[in-house]
């Protein structure tokens, strides 16, 4: 059974930093594509952060490009979002998800940002920014 398993979210002020890390269990992913989504009170699930298979191209979100890494330690079968500059506007619920099989890169380059796209999710793990 595939488990995935998020945390280091908290509460930080403005212009600080978070370190989220998603631990899966049950599979490897170093072949597939993990991603970060979240999902703000009353708002849909946006997408965060993507990349198809390790070492491959990395997406961003606009909103956060520049301010946000993603990244894998794939012997600890581990991602992580690595949070910067965070602003107020980033207050949400993060969701890691990651995906069965690794898709071409032309169907990946269409879809990095739909969550229909991940086939396993975590718990999530709040993140509070405070101004």
């Known amino acids: 059974q595939v488990q995935l398993v998020e945390s280091g979210g908290g509460l930080v002020q403005a212009g600080g930093s978070l370190k989220l890390s998603c631990v899966a269990s049950?599979?490897?992913?170093?072949?597939?594509?993990v991603g970060w989504f979240r999902q703000a009170p009353g708002k849909e699930r946006d997408f965060v952060a993507a990349?198809?298979?390790?070492?491959?191209?990395?997406y961003y979100a606009d909103s956060v490009k520049g301010r946000f890494t993603i990244s894998r330690e794939n012997a600890k079968n581990t991602w992580y979002l690595q949070m910067n500059r965070l602003e107020p506007e980033d207050t949400a619920i993060y969701y890691c998800?990651?995906?069965?099989?690794?898709?071409?890169?032309?169907?990946?380059?269409?879809?990095?940002?739909?969550?229909?796209?991940?086939?396993?999710w975590g718990q999530g793990t709040q993140v509070t920014v405070s101004s």
């Open positions: 049950g599979r490897t992913f170093s072949n597939s594509p």
């Open positions: 990349q198809r298979y390790s070492g491959a191209n990395i």
């Open positions: 998800a990651a995906g069965s099989q690794r898709p071409i890169y032309s169907e990946f380059s269409r879809t990095y940002n739909d969550a229909r796209a991940y086939d396993y």
